[in-house]
């Protein structure tokens, strides 16, 4: 320790005591009935080596017990979890919020500085409530994108069981620890120190999101100018329409939204492109509305589909592989000639449907007239068929 347990009680005014542990929502858990065990000055803080107040208590059922690693002192500097060190506005580890929103990391390393550092923040942490210079910044696009808005409770699992990857492990289902086998030895997440994720200093974790930040996908406007409309999924009973309107009318003029429950979506209808794409613009992978993160899109055009001729739709139409080619137009004296007879008898004109403009027609079919009322057969005889009386229905 760098102060040690005598009766120096210079020391020990400047070590911490607390009542409860700054924690972020995953580390607390899901159990609202939690047993906590406190310790008063069990253990030194890994960043400072002052002894501390730790905490310790099991998150839920099926995970590991857990206890704070710093002291609250230094989980204020920096606005993280006195477990897992992430940021407690966004739920990333420091290096990612720090090169988001620019911030400079001033804490010296030596332990002379440390300790007066410490005691000087401490004593401004204090004056201003408690509160870091790394919470309520305004959020930056990339941290929106990246943040998480629920708890990852996975990450409270047990740890991986040592003697059960040697093929040793006799307990079963019994042994509180995971059967499972680990990550490649050679993967850089495998290797985390708790010192670099509170510095800001190659952590792996934040090298992948950053990684994860620039290859996300942006959102291309689409080519019809006439499309004013975003989609916004990921709409629960909870969402009213009134919160769309809240967080939207500041885009421009809204002309109507349709909220659709059944589908879990909204469509939100501008006056204008230019309000459209300002608001698929601020409110992509950004927008969060009662802890739930909209997604985001552009709407379909429903414009009226376009009426082409024949030539253009035969044009428009892929050859079929295989086929002749087409018969070549009949001379025009075989149009005019007539072979059958037919030039005086009356003619009914073809269904519009079965001829095209500019198609030449050969010959109308003729009305021929009716034939005459013969009886082929017995059944066609209305005599026989029981309509006229019988003669022995008048006896």
């Given at each position: 320790?760098?102060?040690?347990?005598?009766?120096?009680?210079?020391?020990?005014?400047?070590?911490?005591?607390?009542?409860?542990?700054?924690?972020?929502?995953?580390?607390?858990?899901?159990?609202?009935?939690?047993?906590?065990?406190?310790?008063?000055?069990?253990?030194?803080?890994?960043?400072?080596?002052?002894?501390?107040?730790?905490?310790?208590?099991?998150?839920?059922?099926?995970?590991?017990?857990?206890?704070t690693e710093i002291c609250q002192t230094?989980?204020?500097?920096?606005?993280?979890?006195?477990?897992?060190?992430?940021?407690?506005?966004?739920?990333?580890?420091?290096?990612?919020?720090?090169?988001?929103?620019?911030?400079?990391?001033?804490?010296?390393?030596?332990?002379?500085?440390?300790?007066?550092?410490?005691?000087?923040?401490?004593?401004?942490?204090?004056?201003?409530?408690?509160?870091?210079?790394?919470?309520?910044k305004a959020p930056n696009e990339m941290?929106?994108?990246?943040?998480?808005?629920?708890?990852?409770?996975?990450?409270?699992?047990?740890?991986?069981?040592?003697?059960?990857?040697?093929?040793?492990?006799?307990?079963?289902?019994?042994?509180?620890?995971?059967?499972?086998?680990?990550?490649?030895?050679?993967?850089?997440?495998?290797?985390?120190?708790?010192?670099?994720?509170?510095?800001?200093?190659?952590?792996?974790?934040?090298?992948?999101?950053?990684?994860?930040?620039?290859?996300?996908?942006?959102?291309?406007?689409?080519?019809?100018?006439?499309?004013?409309?975003?989609?916004?999924?990921?709409?629960?009973?909870?969402?009213?329409?009134?919160?769309?309107?809240?967080?939207?009318?500041?885009?421009?003029?809204?002309?109507?939204?349709?909220?659709?429950?059944?589908?879990?979506?909204?469509?939100?209808?501008?006056?204008?492109?230019?309000?459209?794409?300002?608001?698929?613009?601020?409110?992509?992978?950004?927008?969060?509305?009662?802890?739930?993160?909209?997604?985001?899109?552009?709407?379909?055009?429903?414009?009226?589909?376009?009426?082409?001729?024949?030539?253009?739709?035969?044009?428009?139409?892929?050859?079929?592989?295989?086929?002749?080619?087409?018969?070549?137009?009949?001379?025009?004296?075989?149009?005019?000639?007539?072979?059958?007879?037919?030039?005086?008898?009356?003619?009914?004109?073809?269904?519009?449907?079965?001829?095209?403009?500019?198609?030449?027609?050969?010959?109308?079919?003729?009305?021929?007239?009716?034939?005459?009322?013969?009886?082929?057969?017995?059944?066609?005889?209305?005599?026989?068929?029981?309509?006229s009386k019988s003669k022995g229905a008048?006896?």
């Amino acid at each position: 320790m760098a102060l040690s347990l005598g009766n120096n009680t210079y020391n020990r005014q400047n070590w911490e005591t607390s009542d409860f542990p700054i924690l972020c929502q995953t580390c607390l858990g899901d159990n609202p009935y939690m047993r906590m065990m406190r310790e008063k000055y069990g253990k030194e803080c890994t960043i400072c080596n002052r002894p501390f107040t730790v905490f310790r208590w099991c998150p839920g059922a099926n995970m590991r017990y857990k206890k704070t690693e710093i002291c609250q002192t230094c989980s204020k500097t920096k606005n993280v979890c006195q477990t897992c060190l992430l940021d407690l506005e966004y739920g990333l580890p420091v290096q990612v919020r720090d090169q988001a929103l620019k911030m400079q990391d001033n804490i010296p390393r030596s332990d002379v500085n440390r300790e007066y550092y410490q005691q000087n923040n401490e004593v401004a942490l204090n004056k201003a409530g408690g509160q870091s210079s790394a919470a309520g910044k305004a959020p930056n696009e990339m941290l929106m994108k990246l943040a998480r808005t629920t708890p990852y409770y996975k990450r409270n699992r047990p740890h991986i069981c040592s003697f059960w990857v040697k093929g040793e492990c006799k307990r079963g289902e019994e042994c509180p620890y995971r059967h499972e086998m680990p990550t490649d030895p050679s993967d850089p997440l495998s290797n985390q120190n708790i010192k670099d994720r509170y510095y800001g200093v190659d952590d792996p974790v934040a090298d992948k999101l950053l990684k994860r930040a620039a290859d996300m996908p942006k959102l291309t406007p689409p080519t019809d100018k006439s499309i004013t409309t975003i989609y916004v999924g990921g709409i629960d009973a909870n969402i009213k329409e009134q919160d769309l309107k809240d967080s939207f009318y500041h885009y421009g003029e809204i002309r109507n939204i349709n909220l659709v429950l059944k589908s879990g979506c909204a469509f939100i209808n501008f006056a204008s492109r230019d309000a459209a794409e300002r608001a698929v613009q601020g409110a992509f992978n950004k927008l969060v509305i009662k802890g739930r993160r909209m997604k985001i899109l552009w709407g379909k055009g429903q414009g009226a589909p376009s009426v082409r001729s024949a030539d253009e739709e035969a044009k428009a139409l892929p050859p079929v592989p295989g086929l002749p080619p087409t018969l070549p137009q009949p001379p025009a004296e075989l149009l005019t000639h007539d072979f059958f007879g037919l030039a005086g008898a009356p003619t009914l004109p073809p269904p519009p449907g079965l001829v095209r403009p500019g198609m030449p027609v050969p010959f109308r079919m003729p009305v021929l007239p009716a034939p005459p009322g013969t009886i082929h057969y017995p059944s066609q005889d209305p005599q026989r068929l029981g309509t006229s009386k019988s003669k022995g229905a008048d006896n």
